[in-house]
């Protein structure tokens, strides 16, 4: 596979290319990918791999192996920046043993911290932020070649990658459909490490999910910042319901997600949308960040937390089956018990299946890291740990709803502890573990009867014979 490709770039400089093994494996390089942060990282690492791979790159998952390594970096809170440099820390003394190792750092920590990488770990040699990613071959071309630091992190144009590495075909898939995010939350970085709200026009999303369709791919989620402002930079301008609605009419795609959703952006149409686009799966990520409307404020949201519960109320009214999860900040600047106890409430009365925690982290350059009555780190874990035993409590209330019901499941691999069970995910985002009885296999879809309620998935039985099951006649 990878030989049809590599010839292309040095057929200048080698005339006609002779085939051997001996050859190939001359040119053939290593490169390993190292991924930290959210989907949209996971999406662009595979992008570069794709691109590489076009230019004579194989994909290892040994790092000592790699004649290339890509650090995929997040910069949303300190802990993530954290991480990245005790990774650098590391690589630094695989290249002290292999000199001509070469370590990029991309993504959105390169575009925050820029220079500041290099001099902190002089071990990189190649720095780029996410509007340089069409261009990683280039970049590292011109490291390989100048051997000196390369830092490209300056603005690009809005580029559809759709290049993937050569793997086997995936049942679920990203697909970007926005860069950017320009809501200036106080507390975030996004808009600066990720630039301006861009969306990619619905033919060039819809060509990339046909192209997913036709590799065997049954789900797609579509990723953006905030992926329900999505359309409205476009001319002419559209929205996400009518990007749903044509992504469910491509034939193999069985389901459909997107992520994340900001509740300000929430309009009607789209909550029509999740009734009437059938496809589109009952499980819906709304950031709340805090239950407190002072807090929601100094946070710059932009709605309240009445607003917020109107907002579940409308869609649980037209999808009463649908499952909620959230992101919430504890020990944002002035964040008094009351206010918390405001989170906790809003916990019960949404009655998440999900929610991420956090701990606020003083990002450089934010509004809110300049603001007076920053939180004591111990108040802070006090209240993750508080939140996270409400919040688990009220998920197991939510797990339990499913008892006995019969759902949608699609057949994704095997169970992590049984290797002759079959696992799957629900609709609503469920892991179910059940016995596929030789009936069933991984790429269908099935009907299962949950049988028992676990902390972390569900089991189940076959609740239909193949044959009965018309969703399995592909
Ligand atoms: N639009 C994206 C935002 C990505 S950041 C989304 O809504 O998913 C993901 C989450 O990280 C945010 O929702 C927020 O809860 C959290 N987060 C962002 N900045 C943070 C900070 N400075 N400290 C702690 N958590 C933060
Ligand atoms: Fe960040 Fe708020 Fe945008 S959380 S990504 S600024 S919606």
Redesign the pocket.
């Known amino acids: 596979m990878f030989s049809s490709q590599i010839d292309f770039p040095y057929r200048g400089c080698y005339g006609q290319v002779n085939a051997t093994a001996g050859f190939f494996k001359q040119l053939m390089a290593k490169l390993h990918l190292i991924t930290y942060g ?1 989907q949209m990282n996971e999406y662009d690492s595979e992008r570069v791999a794709g691109l590489l791979a076009a230019e004579r790159y194989e994909l290892t998952q040994d790092e000592d192996d790699a004649d290339l390594i890509l650090v995929n970096t997040c910069a ?2 300190e802990k993530a920046e954290d991480k990245v440099f005790s990774k650098l820390g590391e690589l630094r003394k695989l290249k002290e043993r292999k000199p001509e190792l070469i370590i990029g750092v991309m993504g959105c920590m390169a575009q925050l911290q820029q220079g500041a990488i290099q001099r902190r770990a002089p071990a990189v040699d190649l720095v780029f932020g996410s509007p340089a990613i069409a261009r990683v071959a280039e970049l590292v071309e011109r490291v390989r070649r100048e051997r000196r630091p390369v830092l490209e992190t300056g603005e690009g144009p809005l580029v559809k990658i759709t290049a993937r590495p050569p793997s086997a075909p995936r049942l679920r898939a990203f697909v970007t459909v926005m860069e950017g ?1 320009e809501k200036h939350c106080t ?4 808009p600066r490490t990720r630039g301006r709200e861009r969306s990619h026009p619905p033919e060039t999303v819809l060509a990339e999910v046909r192209r997913l369709a036709a590799v065997g791919c049954r789900e797609v989620t579509l990723l953006g ?2 992926v329900n402002a999505y359309g409205r930079d476009l001319t002419p301008s559209t929205d996400l319901a009518a990007l749903l609605e044509r992504v469910n009419d491509v034939a193999g795609i069985e389901r459909i997600r997107f ?2 959703s ?1 509740p300000y952006n929430l309009t009607p149409r789209l909550i029509r949308a999740l009734r009437e686009v059938p496809k589109v799966c009952e499980y819906f990520h709304l ?1 709340l ?1 805090s239950g407190s409307n002072p807090v929601l404020e100094r946070m710059n949201r932009g709605y309240t937390r009445e607003r917020y519960l109107e907002l579940v109320g409308e869609i649980r009214h037209a999808e009463p089956a649908m499952a909620f999860s959230t ?3 504890v020990g944002f600047p002035g964040e008094t018990e009351a206010d918390f106890e405001q989170t906790l409430d809003m916990v019960e009365r949404v009655g998440y299946d999900n929610v ?1 925690a ?6 450089p350059g ?1 509004p809110a890291a300049a603001m007076e009555d920053q939180v004591a780190d111990e108040v802070k874990a006090r209240r993750n740990a508080r939140l996270l035993e409400v919040a688990g409590r009220v998920a197991a209330a939510r797990s339990h709803g499913l008892l006995g019901k019969t759902l949608d499941v699609l057949v994704d691999g095997t169970s992590r502890k049984n290797a002759g069970e079959l696992s799957g995910r629900t609709r609503c985002n469920r892991v179910v573990n059940f016995d596929g009885q030789g009936r069933v296999s991984v790429g269908d879809l099935t009907r299962v009867r949950v049988t028992e309620v676990l902390p972390h998935s569900l089991r189940g039985t076959l609740a239909a014979h193949a044959e009965e099951a018309p969703c399995l006649s592909r």
Do not use: H
């Open positions: 959210c949303i809170r995010c507390f975030c970085v996004v910042q905030t992520t994340t900001n950031p960040q992101d919430l900040i991420f956090f701990r606020y982290s003083r990002r934010t």
